[in-house]
């Protein structure tokens, strides 16, 4: 019997639901609990896969192919159990839903409205996502009195009713702003957002504090008699040095006991040594690289999150400072390779569109000819590729066919037909809808024996998620192999290129996937540890 923990947050929005979520969810799981999170976007937008980076930032892609909001890659790296596309849905997604049954005539003609119809969608949706766990924290975006995320929160306070107090908590997160002029830590803001909640039935059970200060007792004290919430359940959780720390936080403010004796549920203490390792890597770290990332998104660093954070892990497990030196494609093109001179390592990451293409061109040349370690994700492989193509075989004009259909030699292309990991064949072509028409999720990939990609993971067969829709040209396989661009890596039915490498290069690896999905900070991820392993000696030799 599922119990389900309700989250929403108020005064202003980025104060991290999410993180927050994520954190209870780890200790909750380290008490023993099956755990699941779900988000709940209030835009119209079916899902996140055609919005802008620059808006709306990484596009985090679940193992089942989903796109979804980027918080769905917090709830991973926190918890040990993966998400799937029952964890994120908008408000597009619902009414796309209720009205394709209108128009089936699901609704017998009734008048179709948000109260009992979209909230029940709503509702179908919590309750089908948290199936089969013993826990779900359930996330609303937003910031409470936003007209977008009314009809989420009335399915919300309907969902409190139904299940019953031992099966349904309201977790609220708010600001409690310190005013250092007057030295003093104002609830007004935060009594107000209760008053808010409060004025559409829905009473919270556990306020979240966030400040840049402790919230001390007499503050928690107040906030307690004008919102109705107990003052055990008012928790302060203070700006702190790094995210890891915030599960340790919550474990001792008495949150997760709060919310275990709420639920009636008998498990053990959590244990959270493992948190304690991933804050002494971070925190303590030996020696310090630097990495240029050479992208296109850099006016919001959200677009990349999920590879900040694996570099992140991979110095945690190394013990290392990864300084990422963020790096316009187009800066590049402008300003020439010197900006990138002082890098440990470069890296180029995925993206969409022609613009700063050139400037990656630029970037993959000069870690190839200079021996500086490289790593080439997705469209950064694709850019190895045809870097190579252009500067080592010599094919004048080389180009995917996304930055130029003319192309004298495609030797990245759109691929019209593929086999998903179900067995499937699936199809595209240049009509294709952009949401939802890629490679996407989980796919098998084959590593070659020998090969560096191999060593680096020390398996056969690997598991990694896609994003992307075009290709490398297999009929520029062998000219490519044959001139020392080693194919290390190929789809299950060995019928698309997966990774390529250099063997006459220090580090020189790129792949078609996104490894930075599956990285973890307790765990880390091999190829990322691999590259600040090369950053390290390459540091070092230029010491």
């Excluded at 107090?165 to 007057?182: E, G, K, M, Q």
């Excluded at 306020?207 to 919102?227: N, Y």
């Excluded at 020392?484 to 790129?510: C, M, N, Q, R």
Aim: with cysteine.
């Amino acid at each position: 019997m599922t119990r389900y923990i309700f989250v929403t947050g108020g005064v202003v929005s980025s104060l991290g639901k999410g993180i927050a979520s994520a954190s209870l969810g780890a200790i909750l799981e380290a008490r023993g609990q099956r755990v699941t999170i779900l988000k709940l976007d209030p835009y119209i937008n079916v899902d996140p896969g055609t919005m802008s980076p620059f808006q709306h930032g990484e596009v985090y892609v679940t193992g089942d192919g989903a796109e979804t909001d980027l918080d769905l890659g917090h709830y991973e790296r926190f918890l040990k159990s993966n998400m799937t596309r029952r964890n994120n849905f908008t408000t597009g997604r619902v009414y796309e839903t209720v009205l394709r049954k209108e128009r089936r005539g699901d609704y017998l003609g009734g008048t179709v409205q948000v109260i009992p119809h979209i909230t029940d969608e709503i509702k179908r949706r919590v309750l089908e996502g948290g199936a089969d766990y013993d826990i779900a924290l359930v996330e609303v975006g937003g910031t409470v009195g936003d007209i977008e995320s009314q009809p989420f929160l009335e399915a919300i306070r309907q969902l409190k009713v139904e299940l019953g107090s031992n099966r349904a908590l309201l977790i609220h997160l708010t600001l409690v702003p310190y005013i250092a002029t007057a030295g003093e830590t104002k609830t007004k803001p935060t009594q107000h957002s209760v008053k808010e909640l409060r004025s559409i039935g829905l009473q919270p059970d556990v306020l979240l504090c966030r400040s840049e200060v402790e919230v001390d007792e007499d503050s928690r004290r107040k906030i307690s008699l004008f919102t109705n919430v107990e003052e055990r359940a008012v928790v302060p959780l203070p700006d702190c040095d790094t995210i890891y720390r915030i599960p340790g936080l919550l474990k001792a403010s008495g949150l997760d006991n709060f919310v275990v004796e709420r639920f009636g549920l008998d498990c053990p203490e959590a244990d959270l040594s493992e948190w304690d390792f991933v804050i002494d890597g971070k925190l303590n770290p030996e020696r310090e690289v630097t990495v240029a990332m050479v992208g296109k998104y850099m006016d919001l660093l959200d677009a990349y999150k999920s590879l900040n954070e694996s570099l992140s892990h991979a110095g945690i497990h190394t013990k290392t400072k990864v300084t990422v030196n963020y790096i316009d494609a187009e800066d590049v093109e402008k300003k020439g390779v010197k900006i990138l001179e002082s890098a440990d390592a470069i890296l180029v990451p995925g993206g969409f569109g022609e613009r700063g293409v050139e400037g990656k061109l630029m970037a993959v040349r000069y870690a190839r000819e200079n021996k500086i370690p490289y790593l080439g994700i997705c469209l950064g492989m694709q850019s190895a590729v045809i870097e190579f193509a252009r500067n080592v075989l010599g094919l004048e004009g080389a180009n995917s066919t996304e930055f130029n259909k003319k192309s004298p030699h495609p030797v990245v292309g759109l691929i019209t037909e593929w086999i998903d990991k179900e067995g499937k064949v699936e199809t595209r072509d240049e009509s294709s809808d952009l949401g939802g028409t890629m490679r996407l999720g989980a796919q098998e990939c084959r590593l070659v024996a020998g090969a560096k990609i191999h060593d680096i993971y020390n398996a056969d067969v690997i598991v990694e998620r896609h994003r992307h829709r075009f290709e490398v040209n297999n009929n520029y396989v062998d000219q490519l192999q044959k001139a020392g661009l080693k194919i290390g890596g190929w789809s299950a039915d060995d019928t698309l290129v997966e990774t390529v490498e250099i063997a006459d290069h220090p580090w020189f690896v790129a792949c078609q996937f996104h490894p930075e999905f599956t990285s973890k900070p307790r765990e880390g991820h091999p190829l990322f540890i691999s590259y600040i392993k090369a950053a390290i000696e390459q540091h070092e030799k230029g010491a």
